[in-house]
């Protein structure tokens, strides 16, 4: 055998590593490398997570042993002569609406708002928000493509159930651009408090990593045996990935752009741009969060929107069910009896009305169900008593499209870890004089929590002063603030479900639930139609 050469152990190429970029650094390649506990997990700061990062897709939860059932697996007269009453005209109520309608089921949805659609909400000019205590008229001018879709916004490729609706009712879908790398990440602690343009931190990220493991592999730095060959064909692959060169060495791409690419125009293509160190990039678990997000199962960089506004969608259900629905509609008790189940409510007048069912499917999230009068079992009353939603906030302004005139961005979202967290473009209109931006959006935690106190205006004033840090515009040029705190909606109380569904998941005696806060996509409409084809399977079985 040929002399062999000293492998570094991989306990000593980690503290070579955390020599030259820091702990931090060091800690986020362990990380990468699949070697380490990610960060996120490993924070003692929830508070810096929640306001700072997307929420966590949940962890998988069973949802009943019928999960798998859809349109086509029941039989086709299941409902004949069957009534059943739907609490809430949102996506999980109106999908089990129209499927039970065509199982022969006699349905009656009642809708406690003048509309439906549920969370599904796109605001245009004189559409009226009432929150808690405060009122808001959208003041956009009238145009198609000047709308402010303030709850669900985009649509994953893999969403095939809200999909094939869809293509079924005819809705048109554009481009959603989640990730671009043109657009701006901020933090007021890094870089002199500049926004810094995406691609630059990008590549420069892939090309400190990519450096850091050909250096070892040609060192043969690391624990593992690799052939001659193994070694080449690696290295080869880590000079693609970030852009090395011959000698393995990272000194910058033309990936990350040139000087002045935030300003309009690229007069200054060829130029280069001095990279930025490991160390600067890793001091700061906020750029790994921005970096990493669109990989996500659920936040891919392209997804889907409708044209025109996402409840063209809800629309489209509404036209399908819209005998059966009885809008203003707002539940006062939930009762069971000897034959199924009677639901009290106030119609639009005000005056006491009722309905009797043999089934009842309750997609009335469970912030609000806890205020309702009933007489669930004990352990699903618990259930609905505990269970936690989010503190979203939506904030959008009218303005003249300076991200495009300015600036070169077109479509895509902008983060900072400032509270407002995230600033979107529109992804239509392009070109056109004015659009809608969105200023902020909250997901939940204390910066939530905190605009949802705010008065609306204040929330704006907030939301302008904070959006100003990456583009000075919003001060002057944004104008027709409106935004959605949807813990403060009264049929709402809440963005969407975050608790682990348990027993919600199985029947009260005929009574059933439903709602994206029930399914394993919490949070998506994707979710709430599986929950209704669950809540729909339940019923069946049950005879």
């Known amino acids: 055998m040929g002399k062999h050469t000293p492998r570094m152990a991989r306990r000593e190429f980690l503290a070579a590593l955390g020599a030259e970029a820091g702990g931090a650094a060091m800690l986020r390649v362990m990380s990468a490398l ?3 506990t990610p960060l996120a997990a490993c924070s003692s700061s929830s508070a810096d997570t929640a306001t700072t990062a997307p929420p966590a897709a949940p962890a998988p939860t069973p949802v009943g042993r019928f999960s798998t059932a859809r349109p086509g697996d029941w039989d086709a007269n299941a409902g004949v002569g069957r009534t059943v009453v739907i609490l809430g005209a949102g996506i999980a109520g109106m999908t089990a609406a129209y499927e039970m309608q065509r199982l022969g089921f006699d349905c009656t949805v009642l809708e406690a708002q003048a ?11 004189g559409d009226v928000v009432t929150e808690a205590g405060a009122t808001q008229t959208c003041q956009f001018d009238a145009g198609d493509s000047l709308y402010f879709n303030a709850g669900p916004s985009r649509i994953a490729q893999h969403h095939e159930l809200l999909l094939g609706y869809c293509s079924e009712f005819g809705v048109a879908l554009e481009t959603f651009t989640n990730a671009n790398h043109g657009a701006w990440l901020h933090s007021p602690a890094s870089f002199g408090g500049e926004p810094q343009v995406a691609r630059r931190l990008i590549a420069d990220t892939r090309g400190n990593i990519a450096r850091l493991l050909a250096t070892a592999i040609n060192q043969n730095a690391l624990d593992q045996e690799l052939t001659a060959a193994d070694r080449s064909a690696i290295v080869q692959l880590l000079g693609q990935f970030g852009d090395l060169g011959q000698d393995s060495g990272y000194g910058g791409s033309a990936r990350a752009g040139f000087p002045g690419q935030m300003d309009a125009g690229s007069r200054r293509r060829g130029e280069s741009l001095s990279p930025r160190q490991l160390q600067r990039l890793a001091t700061d678990v906020f750029w790994e969060l921005r970096l990493s997000f669109s990989q996500g199962f659920e936040q891919q960089p392209t997804m889907l929107q409708p044209v025109g506004g996402m409840d063209r969608i809800a629309s489209a259900f509404e036209a399908r069910v819209q005998n059966d629905l009885r809008y203003e509609a707002t539940v006062t008790e939930i009762r069971k009896t000897a034959a199924g ?23 009335i999230p469970a912030s609000v169900l806890r205020g309702i009068a009933s007489d669930f079992s004990a352990g699903h009353q618990a259930e609905i008593d505990t269970f936690n939603y989010t503190a979203a906030v939506r904030v959008a302004f009218q303005s003249r499209r300076f991200w495009e005139q300015d600036h070169n961005i077109y479509g895509g979202i902008s983060w900072t870890n400032q509270e407002i967290t995230q600033v979107w473009y529109p992804n239509y209109g392009f070109g056109s004089d004015s659009g809608i931006v969105l200023g902020a959006y909250i997901f939940d935690g204390p910066a939530g929590t905190r605009f949802s106190d705010l008065s609306p205006a204040q929330r704006i004033d907030a939301t302008l002063a904070q959006a100003s840090a990456l583009h000075p515009q919003f001060q002057g040029e944004a104008l027709h603030g409106i935004g959605v705190a949807w813990r403060n909606m009264p049929f709402a109380l809440g963005g969407w479900g975050t608790s682990s569904p348990g027993v919600l998941l199985t029947p009260d005696d005929r009574i059933v639930f439903a709602g994206e806060h029930l399914s394993i996509l919490q949070g998506w409409q994707e979710g709430a139609i599986l929950s209704a084809y669950q809540a729909i399977d339940t019923i069946v079985q049950l005879g």
């Open 115 to 125: 509309a439906a659609g549920g969370r599904v909400k796109t605001l245009r000019r």
């Open 34 to 36: 699949g070697i380490a």
């Open 341 to 363: 189940v009677r639901v009290a409510y106030t119609d639009r007048f005000g005056a006491p009305a009722a309905v009797e069912a043999d089934f009842c499917i309750v997609t």
